[in-house]
């Protein structure tokens, strides 16, 4: 294939019959190069297919979700495009953007920052759910109703909002270990005190757990998936699951929460349970047809 | 389980039921400290079972093939402990031994030198097939009759020289994109110099070319299996594939070399074709039963 137009690759390379890509372009919504990886499988070639997006979490590039989750077997053998994001801008030189792992480049938390010193930038929100959903419909062989998202930690809040907030936009939602109840969680409070100020109301319209009990959208025809390690060293204090399964009770919204019994936080569990979510990704696309 | 004695665990993660150790031990056969990596398969709980050895390629550690293979998912469904160590020694501090990416840390070839600067130190191949054989052997639930070895690239040479020297210690052998003629491949005649002097006959004692054509041990019941991408940068002037298939044809012993179109030298040609590796070794552990 070659090099779609708006889109420069760095690299590619053949796996399970499809190819593994990395591409970067220009971003208006950012404000700076962004890149994304991209696994397009043979059956792209000939056909419109599914497409996941897969948010990553605090600290990972566009290379850590292709390197070690293993998601270059399942994505050919289900005939999907999976295509990832970068986590942040970078190179944007923003005083105490690189301070704190958990704050800035490599943990931009999907939102659009209001505060001056970060909107112009930290708009990963719209990034992934305008900008990079449009150049994937556009540039790959994807079947625009066959659209699903999901991801891990923060990547796994960042999932689930998108969806909450764009239900139109998505078929299917799943997350791995997600950071629940964002406006809460202290790393959610420290990110989001610098991206929105201390109007607390700008920080609830980020929060899946907010977001659920006045989501309005149409529910998914099986419970949302959601797999957390319960050996996980961020679970209590960082990720608080209960609360988002809490808030689904009460606002009728189908979730299928699942602790691992012994799994951590790594880039092990995802891949032991990747193909899972592949499945039930497969079945909303198969239901929403 | 808890740590055996002589290991120290650096860490560990559940997957696929099973778990990824990285433990380090004192060795005393290179004279430092040395990583590596284990996958323990639940199934190791209750039974001896078959020992995959992988060594990696030129500028690896412990942790590449762990991180990149996807050998975990493998590893728990075919039942198998699979064990790779580091490449080389690492801070022993030799003069020359981190000037160049091709040569000492991160590339020890698995060969024992015989020239005095580097003769303590760089014994990967006793180390391989004696110290870390035994140590596996010793504190894992290892069936020691069901053993096989493999690997990349250098590593893949490793593992044939490996089968060729020690055809009573190994069931099975193969191979992703062997250096299949070191002795005359510029990275081994590079480090072979340094490492043996000028005498090319103390080359070829590590030359797996050189050496089938010398093999009198048992021969494998399948043919050894040996993937190779078409695409890999390093084909024409650093693997030399064609020497091995020649030598092994000329000696009777089966090779069965594949040509991989459009795969290039990383681990997504590893994790595209590493379960035919698995189903090769384990047909072998059941012919040798």
Not at 20 to 46: D, I, L
Not at 179 to 202: H, P, R
Request: charged letters at 25%.
């Amino acid at each position: 294939m070659s090099s779609p137009s708006e889109l420069t690759r760095e690299s590619g390379a053949k796996a399970f019959d499809g190819h593994q890509y990395v591409y970067n372009h220009e971003s208006s919504t950012v404000g700076c190069k962004m890149k994304f990886g991209v696994y397009v499988p043979a059956k792209a070639e000939k056909e419109r297919v599914p497409l996941l997006i897969f948010l990553s979490g605090l600290t990972c590039t566009e290379q850590n979700f292709i390197t070690k989750s293993g998601v270059q077997r399942l994505a050919s053998e289900y005939g999907f495009i999976v295509a990832n994001p970068d986590t942040s801008p970078r190179g944007c030189k923003i005083e105490g953007d690189s301070d704190n792992w958990a704050f800035g480049e490599g943990a931009g938390y999907y939102v659009d920052a209001t505060e001056s010193k970060w909107s112009k930038n930290y708009r990963m929100f719209s990034y992934v759910n305008d900008e990079f959903y449009g150049l994937l419909i556009k540039n790959f062989n994807v079947d625009p109703n066959r659209i699903g998202i999901f991801g891990h930690s923060m990547g796994g809040h960042g999932a689930l909002v998108s969806f909450f907030k764009r239900p139109a936009q998505y078929k299917s939602v799943s997350a791995f270990a997600p950071i629940c109840n964002m406006s809460t969680s202290e790393w959610g409070v420290d990110a989001y005190k610098k991206f929105f100020g201390q109007d607390e109301n700008l920080w609830k319209q980020y929060d899946a757990t907010e977001l659920v009990a006045s989501y309005h959208g149409p529910k998914p025809h099986a419970p949302i998936l959601i797999d957390q390690g319960s050996d996980d060293n961020f679970l209590a204090k960082y990720l608080l699951p209960k609360r988002l399964i809490n808030a689904c009770e009460k606002a009728s919204f189908p979730i299928y929460f699942r602790e691992q019994a012994g799994y951590d936080h790594s880039y092990y569990f995802i891949m032991t349970f990747l193909e899972d979510h592949f499945k039930y990704h497969k079945k909303e696309f198969e239901n929403s047809k």
